[in-house]
């Protein structure tokens, strides 16, 4: 079974600073699809960056880009220029290809401080 | 605007009573999902749907029954058998699967009184 693990379960961040939050997978698979969820206040789930296991380039929307290294098993996500409504929880998500179950992982809780 | 409506926002359930989370959608997607949010945890999923009439369940289904008659609509059942439905429930939606992108809708908390 596939397994997401984040082991930052709060940070802070100054805003307009760069913050990097991290997140770890296990699997066997080779082909897969890797995400970053973010969950403001409001408790509805957003869709931050999405990365496809058989592409190399690192994925970037924006402010935010991750460091997907496939040998390693890790994905972090870094937020550059931090903003207050950066403030939320983000969850790690990884799926396998072809398949409709998406392993979350539990979370970081991501304040942005004024 | 197309989007995920779920409602009730706050559902109790009292003991022994089953209760039922609405989740529409006009977004025209084919596939619906139900996960489960409990505090400190990741969401898990409890059973998706990629056609009308036919769904499939996820990793903690049991307690729960979903139907999907009409490809808008996929309402979520919390039996008397779920032991432990305090939690906050979130439908999603998306094209064909999630490998291209989710959308969620704003969740409904259960709670046992």
């Known amino acids: 079974a596939q397994t997401v693990t984040q082991s930052q379960p709060e940070m802070s961040v100054q805003e307009a600073e760069t913050v990097t939050l991290s997140c770890t997978y296990d699997?066997?698979?080779?082909?897969?699809?890797l995400f970053w969820y973010k969950q403001p206040p409001s408790r509805q789930m957003i869709l931050v960056i999405r990365?496809?296991?058989?592409?190399?380039q690192n994925a970037t929307e924006n402010r935010f880009s991750v460091n997907f290294q496939k040998a390693a098993k890790s994905f972090s996500l870094k937020i550059s220029d931090s903003q207050l409504g950066d403030t939320a929880m983000y969850f790690c998500?990884?799926?396998?290809?072809?398949?409709?179950?998406?392993?979350f992982g539990a979370g970081t809780r991501l304040t942005v401080k004024p | 605007d197309g989007g995920i409506t779920q409602s009730p926002k706050y559902l109790f359930r009292k003991e022994g009573q089953n209760v039922t989370l609405s989740c529409e959608q006009n977004?025209?997607?084919?596939?619906m999902y139900w996960y489960r949010q409990d505090p400190g945890q990741g969401l898990r999923l409890i059973y998706y749907?990629?056609?009308?009439?036919?769904?499939q369940k996820g990793d903690i289904a049991e307690g729960y029954s979903v139907s999907r008659e009409k490809k808008e609509s996929f309402p979520l059942t919390v039996t008397s058998a779920q032991k432990n439905p305090t939690a906050f429930y979130l439908c999603?939606?998306?094209?064909?699967?999630?490998?291209?992108?989710?959308?969620f809708g704003s969740g409904t908390q259960l709670s046992v009184l």
């Open positions: 998500a990884f799926m396998k290809y072809n398949n409709n179950d998406m392993r």
């Open positions: 990365q496809e296991a058989y592409k190399q």
């Open positions: 999603a939606s998306s094209i064909e699967g999630p490998n291209e992108k989710l959308f």
């Open positions: 699997t066997s698979e080779n082909n897969y699809y």
């Open positions: 749907s990629q056609i009308v009439n036919d769904f």
């Open positions: 977004l025209n997607h084919d596939a």
